[in-house]
């Protein structure tokens, strides 16, 4: 979940299909969930209107900046890399009438703060703790600004700070630059892990799956308004103009513990050898992008750069005890591919990127926070985001393990364990320490550019 560096260019020469009643409408749909811009950098802000009028005349001055999926890959390059997202509570104060609001699921009425018990968001990671007014009913909305490197994004910053100020009505609660870490020749986060390994590809876009990756996933499954994996489109929130092409986004706020991490390491692995395969053993992969059911003894980083056999493997028939990739590494539980059912209804978008300064090898911590600030895409908040968090990544039974979670995104609190099977003994780590922290969340409805147009156009009360 680095920043953004690649741009990948959208065929418009999209696959047919009998069953749907038109092409995935480019124009309409934001481009953050369908491609990446070139970008190092990004600025996200995240706003409370105080009153709709000051709201609206800020979305419509914005409208025209915003990137579509049709343009990704194309000349158009200039400042168009905007996204818009809104919460329930920011619909409703640029005047989305109260009939329309109760058509939005009750996960993306409630907010996210409102569904740690679901989530696992307990402890450190609860909602009380949260900063930057995430889990406050005055966050309306977010806008991220999409950068080259980090003097563009100051100017972007620059530029729409006069520009909020200008609309008058609109503040910022708080904002998070993010900036690509080095080396900058591939994606990666605090803790050194390759990134952007496994995305599932949407049918339609032309693209095609790297193997291992699973069949192109129907598009209903991340934008309203086209079937999905069980059939035709399911019903829409009304007015359809609001809804249709538009997705749902979890943004989360995840603080790195870097030191403890690589303290941890060195506790449980006396060579640096050791201590690679335990950082291996957590996430499934090595640092390299690896994965250790193709690679159990030994990093390959040719291999985890090799787009075309990094993903191609499965778990019930090359390591279904979990001798290479351990049943409760981050990777397995995330992504069980062949060992859970219904996996194409599970499937989402990862985006994000990496803010902080990295933290040197060898250097303690340094207090200074860094991490992830990641948005999860789907069609679901519950089906999908929600399920994955309380089954996938909190849930201590999965896969029977008994008292486990996500070692490296789980709520961590020092009484769960990790288990790393070997013959003729397997390793059992007692009392896990919490290697990340969330520091805050949200959820948001990223409407199409129709969607837009349609709530500048309103008014109060109606």
Not at 50 to 77: E, F, H, N, Q
Not at 327 to 356: C, E, F, Q, S, V
Request: charged share 25%; hydrophobic share 35%; with cysteine.
């Amino acid at each position: 979940m680095s920043v953004l560096q690649q741009s990948h260019r959208i065929s418009q020469d999209l696959t047919k299909r009998t069953d749907q009643p038109a092409s995935l409408d480019f124009d309409d749909i934001q481009h953050f969930l369908m491609s990446r811009p070139p970008a190092r950098a990004a600025r996200y802000e995240f706003l409370s209107f105080r009153s709709g009028v000051g709201g609206r005349a800020w979305l419509t001055g914005l409208i025209d900046k915003v990137g579509t999926a049709g343009a990704v890959g194309s000349s158009l390059l200039d400042a168009r890399w905007v996204t818009v997202g809104f919460t329930w509570n920011g619909l409703q104060t640029l005047g989305v009438a109260e009939a329309s609001l109760a058509n939005f699921p009750e996960e993306f009425r409630q907010g996210m703060a409102a569904r740690a018990g679901v989530l696992g968001t307990t402890g450190a990671n609860h909602p009380d703790h949260w900063v930057g007014g995430l889990a406050s009913p005055n966050l309306h909305a977010i806008v991220v600004l999409f950068a080259r490197d980090v003097a563009e994004r100051e100017r972007c910053r620059g530029e729409h700070e006069r520009y909020v100020a200008h609309c008058g009505g609109v503040e910022v609660l708080s904002s998070l630059d993010l900036e690509a870490i080095p080396p900058f020749d591939y994606a990666h986060e605090h803790f050194g892990y390759r990134d952007r390994l496994s995305q599932p590809v949407i049918e339609g876009t032309g693209m095609e799956p790297t193997p291992g990756s699973g069949p192109p996933i129907k598009p209903g499954e991340f934008f309203l308004g086209y079937p999905d994996e069980e059939g035709p489109a399911a019903a829409l929130p009304q007015p359809e103009i609001l809804s249709r092409n538009g997705s749902y986004v979890a943004y989360l706020r995840m603080q790195e513990h870097v030191g403890a991490f690589r303290d941890f390491l060195r506790a449980h692995g006396e060579t640096p050898e050791q201590q690679e395969l335990i950082a291996a053993k957590l996430m499934g992969r090595w640092r390299s992008g690896a994965p250790l059911v193709l690679a159990p003894d030994k990093d390959d980083p040719k291999l985890g750069a090799d787009s075309q056999r990094s993903n191609d493997f499965n778990y019930a028939k090359m390591d279904p005890h979990g001798y290479g990739c351990p049943l409760g590494a981050h990777i397995r539980r995330m992504n069980p591919r062949d060992t859970a059912a219904n996996m194409n209804r599970r499937k989402m978008i990862r985006r994000g990127g990496t803010y902080g300064p990295p933290l040197p090898e060898g250097v303690p911590d340094d207090g200074i926070e860094r991490g992830i600030a990641a948005f999860v895409g789907c069609a679901s908040l519950v089906r999908q985001f929600e399920f994955a968090m309380n089954v996938w990544t909190n849930d201590p039974n999965f896969h029977e393990l008994g008292n486990e979670r996500d070692p490296i995104f789980g709520t961590q609190d020092g009484t769960f364990d990790m288990t790393i099977p070997k013959r003729p003994i397997r390793k059992k780590i007692i009392g896990l320490p919490a290697f990340t922290t969330i520091r805050g969340g949200a959820y948001f409805f990223l409407p199409g550019i129709k969607a837009l147009r349609y709530l500048g156009s309103l008014s109060d009360g109606v």
